[in-house]
């Protein structure tokens, strides 16, 4: 069947958009204000108003059969007449608001007025966009009625420019679905439990559920993901994959995996997205039509790009993006997002799934495909997410701010002032260092949104002021407040932080499983996947899912490979000062032989103490610097070579704990000292008190499965294929205990108890 699956903001996009990109500053409080009279409108008609309605729309047009689907704001019954309503906020003056003054407004709200007289076999229908002037609070209200043969007209209007390249998109289709049937795994034969972990994926996908897998090293995790993933495609069970990562030694895992599928004429799109500081091919990132010629005219030529990089590539790598860009002359970014629409395979960081601030919204606020999620490396989306739900507010930033604009611009410093005072009222209150408030004062909410406002009609007006950045800047961290701030509930925490002289006014996000467990609905079926998800009930807990399937699958490796020793020293904070001796001279017996080691410490204090004790002599001892740029990091790495003997200080947790892969004689051993447990915070405190109080593991949630999880992927270094060989030297006594003892790899068969005199 010829069926073309597309949303209506999809649809009206591609026929209609022209013009520029002009991302100069126009306010991002928006959204919200919009979100806001959105619910005061819905609620004012009252009974007979339904809100968010969801319209879908079946045509079969010259041979090809659309399925379009969009949600309109509300629906208005009065009696037997019906008005389809659409919201727009605004910060034009309405007065210069007509009937089409914003063709794609009307456009959309037309195809739901036609879709709603189609379902329901009327011959008229009232169509109302409401305009929301965000200033002024004003309200406008444009009505026009039409018949439904000239909406089927306007409508099929649409269909039929966008039927050229729905004929090209179904033609492709077919020749992927038909590659896709004879796809064979790449390899001659599966690895121990990669054919399961693959079942295991299918099976997932196919009933459209949540799996949490651990699959040790070796197994093969992103092709025993990606291969039963791509197979669901041609059987109908999801649309489009999505790949999320959390750094980009792992993307390459995945486009290299897709490049091992697809060695013939493999016809499925694959697109890697690129950060748009890296893929800007303009002198400088400014997307505006006075400083970037790619964004003056971008939508007048990017379906050209569109069509022409969808006929002749399938592998839409940033190298072929940037090419294409500099042919149709249009921003690579966008360009970027728009091809991932018609992509098969996005392959990106985690953030334009999960981030409130980043995730794709054209994809997950307006989806008509079955998505799949595969969230690699899984265990780093614990502590990820709460980043992503958390923020703070600086004292310091704030007074900066107002002292820079001074009396030039009262009005903003009278706002800035009230927030200030706000946060400093609570100084008096902060024992130590911190302050944790009962709940989040909507008034103080309320100073932060009018500063907003204050600050965008500034943003908007003084853009050769010397002092915009700092504005700038200060916005961006009160929008992102706001923001957060609509999460708020019991899984957060209001704090007041003293640190290096300034204090913030934090929401710390201590359990996003709230959060999440509506995130996890954008997509049909999501895999996560690690080496390291021990206990998996602990990540299916904090990652919101609700009803999953586990599989927990050991390691294809000879657990002979492996000699894994404990040392049964204290490293506890207490006792560290009086250890410090002792575990340097473990340490330098451990590395008194030929070889490459990585001795890594719970802290960059930990370390440089011991490093500065460690007797050098002729060795060949190196030791990590904080903040290490990409080429550093490659530098570092590039030390480890077969037949020399290097000693490597590193930190635990840090960029060489995981996702590095030291083949062979490059890496023989690692020894880990502590448990790992992450540094004593109020943050990981709260986290323990929440947890206690809803399953008394708190101190498990917040210390030990964290810590436990680092030491397991610093391990997991040595054995990287079927030959290498190595040991694992661990240096504290906790390892010879539960709970410590029993969330070690089920691997490690033979752990030797190493006395120390």
């Avoid at 209609?16 to 619910?39: A, L």
Wanted: glycine content about 4%.
């Amino acid at each position: 069947m010829k069926e073309i699956k597309l949303s209506v903001h999809s649809l009206i996009d591609f026929v209609m958009r022209s013009g520029d990109i002009d991302n100069t500053f126009t306010g991002v409080s928006r959204m919200r204000e919009g979100q806001k009279i959105h619910k005061k409108l819905q609620r004012e008609y009252g009974r007979d108003y339904e809100s968010e309605v969801t319209l879908k729309n079946i045509t079969k047009y010259k041979e090809i059969t659309f399925l379009v689907e969009g949600r309109a704001d509300g629906i208005f019954h009065r009696g037997e007449e019906v008005l389809i309503d659409e919201i727009k906020s605004t910060t034009r003056s309405l007065d210069d608001l007509k009937y089409n003054s914003n063709p794609l407004h009307w456009a959309q709200a037309k195809c739901y007025g036609y879709f709603y007289c189609v379902e329901k076999e009327i011959s008229e229908i009232e169509i109302q966009i409401t305009y929301f002037q965000v200033e002024t609070k004003e309200i406008k209200q444009i009505v026009e009625k039409f018949n439904v043969d000239e909406l089927e007209k306007f409508y099929l209007n649409l269909l039929d420019i966008y039927l050229d390249f729905s004929i090209m998109i179904l033609n492709f289709k077919k020749l992927r679905d038909m590659d896709i049937e004879n796809l064979k795994f790449p390899f001659p034969d599966y690895r121990k439990g990669q054919r399961e972990m693959a079942v295991a994926v299918y099976r997932t996908i196919e009933e459209g559920k949540v799996l949490f897998a651990e699959a040790p090293t070796g197994i093969g995790k992103t092709i025993s993901t990606l291969f039963p993933a791509i197979k669901s495609i041609s059987s109908g069970f999801t649309d489009k994959i999505f790949y999320l990562t959390a750094r980009s030694t792992t993307k390459e895992a995945a486009n290299n995996a897709v490049e091992n599928l697809s060695k013939e004429n493999f016809h499925f799109k694959t697109l890697t997205l690129t950060a748009k500081e890296k893929i800007c091919i303009n002198e400088s990132v400014k997307c505006n039509p006075n400083d970037c010629p790619y964004a003056k005219g971008h939508f007048d030529r990017v379906n050209d790009a569109i069509i022409d990089i969808y006929e002749n590539e399938v592998d839409l790598t940033m190298e072929k993006i940037v090419e294409y860009s500099q042919k149709y002359i249009v921003c690579p970014m966008e360009f970027q997002l728009d091809m991932a629409i018609y992509s098969d395979l996005v392959i990106c960081d985690y953030n334009y799934a999960f981030d409130p601030n980043v995730y794709l919204r054209r994809f997950f606020e307006d989806s008509v495909e079955k998505y799949t999620f595969l969230i690699d490396e899984s265990h780093n989306l614990v502590d990820r997410s709460r980043e992503m739900y958390s923020c703070e507010l600086s004292l310091n930033k704030i007074e900066r701010t107002m002292e820079v604009l001074e009396e030039n611009y009262f009005k903003i410093n009278d706002r800035l002032k009230v927030v200030s005072e706000e946060i400093k009222k609570h100084i008096d209150g902060i024992r130590g260092n911190h302050l944790v408030l009962n709940n989040l004062d909507e008034e103080f909410l309320n100073e932060i949104l009018i500063s907003i406002r204050l600050m965008e009609r500034f943003l908007v007006s003084k853009k050769d002021n010397e002092f915009y950045e700092d504005v700038l800047d200060l916005y961006f961290d009160f929008s992102k407040f706001i923001k957060i701030s609509d999460y708020y509930g019991e899984n957060y925490s209001v704090l007041i932080l003293k640190e290096d002289e300034d204090v913030f006014f934090k929401l710390f996000c201590i359990d996003t499983a709230p959060i999440f467990k509506y995130i996890l609905k954008r997509a049909e079926a999501s895999i996560f996947f690690s080496a390291t998800l021990s206990p998996m009930e602990f990540y299916g807990d904090v990652l919101g899912a609700e009803d999953y399937y586990k599989l927990r699958l050991t390691s294809p490796f000879n657990p002979d490979n492996l000699k894994v020793g404990v040392v049964p020293i204290s490293t506890r904070y207490q006792h560290r000062e009086q250890n410090y001796g002792k575990i340097t001279e473990v340490l330098e017996n451990y590395t008194n032989r030929k070889g490459n080691f990585m001795l890594f410490f719970p802290s960059y204090k930990f370390m440089e103490t011991v490093y500065n004790k460690f007797h050098k002599n002729t060795k060949n001892v190196v030791c990590q610097k904080s903040d290490l740029r990409e080429v550093e990091r490659r530098e570092f790495l590039d030390k480890f070579k077969e037949g020399e003997s290097l000693i490597a200080f590193v930190v635990l947790g840090g960029v060489f704990s995981e996702g590095i892969d030291l083949i062979g004689e490059r890496l023989n051993g690692v020894a880990i000292v502590s448990v790992g447990l992450p540094g004593i915070s109020i943050e990981r405190n709260l986290i323990k008190d929440y947890y206690n109080k809803k399953s008394s593991r708190g101190f498990e949630y917040s210390y030990i499965y964290p810590g436990i999880n680092k030491v397991s992927q610093a391990a997991g270094r040595v054995i990287r294929s079927s030959e290498d060989r190595g040991s694992v030297l661990l240096i504290d006594d906790r390892f010879l205990y539960q709970p410590y003892r029993n969330l070690l790899p089920k691997s490690w068969k033979k752990i030797k108890r190493i006395k120390y005199n």
